[in-house]
């Protein structure tokens, strides 16, 4: 996880620690800085935020001879870094389960994304990890399209021991997932997890569907699942995802395959919504919450 990018920032402190603080020689660090950026995915607005705000910071430091420079670049970094991490803000999902069932209603979730993002995946992780809590939990099968989705979903139920409410392939979606609320709110249940059909950005009947699970179920949270790998272009699916429904956080899966990190970085910046989790790996334990300040002291090595 990180390692070019992590690679990229050590290498800023060593020239910024062998440089004049100032004029041209800073641009010119700060210049290739961000295109090392950029190159490994970070988006080039959250690169301009990041160059831009450490020429600010670093314009008038005057290094005392005895202070290393280096430990100060990382301090300035690792400010700038936070403030882009956590400009969206944050999202627990488990606060928010935790206040529906203080108020007796299960929380409804919608996971949407394109083909293959880990939506499936990510709805049995956080499924386990909710059971390990306490609390129960159903999944409703509203992926009716692709085959083999209903059976992969039952497969993931059976071994994490919950319930899933299907219909047949074919199915209206929205209707498997209202039946999938209906459920829970009779049986008491906390979450009801909902998991949607990958789907293209150009698909229009499928993002019409998409509307339509939405608004049948009034989700309490509608996530975005993204792929770590796919870099950039996650924030041109995310754009167009959340045109058609609005999202309220995002889910980055495939952390740990990803060795350039930018998405991890520019996203939520760029989207304006908050990671909430990352996946980390394939087992059911792999769904960590997305804690700015640890990705950054890992960042900055
Ligand atoms: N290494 C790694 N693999 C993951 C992670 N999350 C999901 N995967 C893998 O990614 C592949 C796709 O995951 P799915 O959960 O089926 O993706 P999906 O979005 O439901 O796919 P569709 O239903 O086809 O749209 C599977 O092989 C998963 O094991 C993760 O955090 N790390
Ligand atoms: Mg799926």
């Not at 870094?81 to 999902?93: E, K, M, N, V, Y």
Request: aromatic share 6%; no cysteine; glycine share 6%.
């Amino acid at each position: 996880m990180f390692d070019r990018l992590r690679a990229q920032f050590s290498n800023l402190y060593d020239r910024v620690a062998r440089t004049e603080l100032k004029g041209k020689d800073l641009d010119n660090v700060l210049d290739e800085f961000q295109l090392s950026l950029i190159e490994n995915d970070v988006a080039v607005s959250a690169a301009d935020f990041i160059s831009n705000e450490l020429r600010e910071k670093l314009k008038d430091v005057q290094f005392a001879r005895f202070t290393d420079p280096r430990t100060r670049v990382k301090v300035i970094l690792q400010e700038v870094l936070l403030s882009l991490l956590q400009r969206a803000g944050q999202l627990d999902i488990f606060a928010l389960i935790e206040k529906k069932k203080s108020i007796g209603e299960p929380a409804v979730l919608v996971f949407i994304g394109i083909n293959g993002t880990g939506k499936t995946t990510s709805i049995a992780k956080l499924a386990h990890i909710l059971q390990k809590k306490g609390r129960t939990v159903i999944l409703a099968a509203s992926d009716t399209y692709r085959s083999g989705s209903i059976e992969q979903l039952e497969e993931h139920a059976r071994r994490i021991g919950v319930r899933v409410i299907k219909h047949q392939y074919g199915a209206d979606p929205a209707a498997v997932a209202f039946d999938a609320v209906n459920y829970a709110k009779a049986h008491r249940i906390n979450a009801v997890l909902v998991d949607t059909a990958g789907r293209m950005q150009n698909n229009k009947n499928l993002l019409e569907e998409m509307r339509k699970i939405v608004r049948v179920t009034n989700p309490d949270l509608t996530i975005l699942v993204v792929d770590a790998l796919t870099g950039n272009d996650a924030v041109e699916q995310g754009k167009v995802f959340s045109e058609a429904v609005k999202i309220d956080g995002i889910i980055l899966a495939k952390l740990d395959a990803d060795v350039k990190g930018g998405s991890a970085i520019s996203l939520s910046y760029i989207m304006g919504k908050p990671v909430t989790m990352v996946g980390t790996g394939q087992k059911y334990d792999d769904l960590e919450p997305f804690q700015a300040e640890a990705i950054v002291r890992n960042l900055i090595g």
